[in-house]
């Protein structure tokens, strides 16, 4: 077969291996082949001006592709793999800012964990707080509630649990937020740009910019001074504090 360019949709995808499975059509038959999806291939092909950009390629992706033998010449191999469009993926996308509640199921490669939604099977990353305690294996391959982050932003979106578990010292700080509440912090590092502490017998950091507090000089301030601040803004993946008197 000639490097003809042909179209397909991806169906699978080894993360671990980076490669994926294309679905095509070839003289009226349904085929499928391989080809390598890895960050490194895509910027090569960029760098080259091959493909116009680099894609993270899911479940679903339109793509355009041509055939080529393997170096060892013993299979044939998906090659120019360049991302054309993903309609389940940006309608996933628009339900989410009118209703972001999804069921999917919970995966795991290597470290990471990803939430594969039923209706699409596309694997979103799942981004866990640095507070939240990682699923339990046994919750592995089970249907889970999640919603999206960053929908707005196509190739940034992540999954986040509807129910989480979180260490007890992110709930106390929740509580210490909600009540508007002074706590008291050790100073673990000092750099011109801010001040980083330690929170809750050491399970919370959070930073108090000197850009935004010009009143606190890095000489007033060593590592190991206790210091009292006031949570002014909480989320899963984000602690804002302000110093206080």
Request: hydrophobic share 35%; glycine share 4%.
């Amino acid at each position: 077969m000639d490097k003809q360019s042909l179209t397909g949709t991806i169906t699978f995808i080894h993360h671990e291996k980076d490669y994926a499975t294309i679905e095509y059509l070839h003289n009226g038959k349904t085929k499928s082949i391989n080809g390598n999806i890895s960050e490194q291939v895509q910027q090569k092909l960029k760098e080259k001006k091959l493909i116009k950009k680099t894609h993270a390629f899911r479940i679903g992706d339109e793509v355009s592709f041509v055939i080529v033998p393997t170096p060892r010449g013993d299979k044939m191999v998906a090659d120019l793999i360049e991302f054309r469009y993903n309609n389940a993926y940006v309608n996933l996308l628009q339900k989410a800012a009118t209703e972001n509640r999804f069921v999917g199921y919970l995966k795991k490669a290597g470290d990471a964990y990803f939430v594969k939604e039923t209706g699409s099977y596309i694997l979103f990353p799942l981004l866990l707080s640095p507070w939240e305690l990682p699923p339990h294996d046994s919750h592995l391959n089970e249907p889970t509630f999640f919603k999206l982050n960053n929908f707005d932003k196509p190739a940034g979106a992540t999954a986040a649990l509807y129910k989480s578990e979180f260490i007890p010292q992110y709930k106390t700080a929740l509580q210490y937020f909600k009540n508007k509440t002074v706590c008291e912090g050790t100073v673990y590092k000092v750099t011109p740009f801010g001040i980083f502490i330690n929170l809750f017998n050491n399970a919370i950091q959070a930073k108090i910019p000197l850009s935004k507090n010009k009143e606190d000089k890095p000489a007033e301030v060593k590592t190991g001074d206790m210091i009292k601040v006031l949570i002014t803004y909480m989320s899963p993946l984000k602690i804002v504090v302000e110093r206080v008197s």
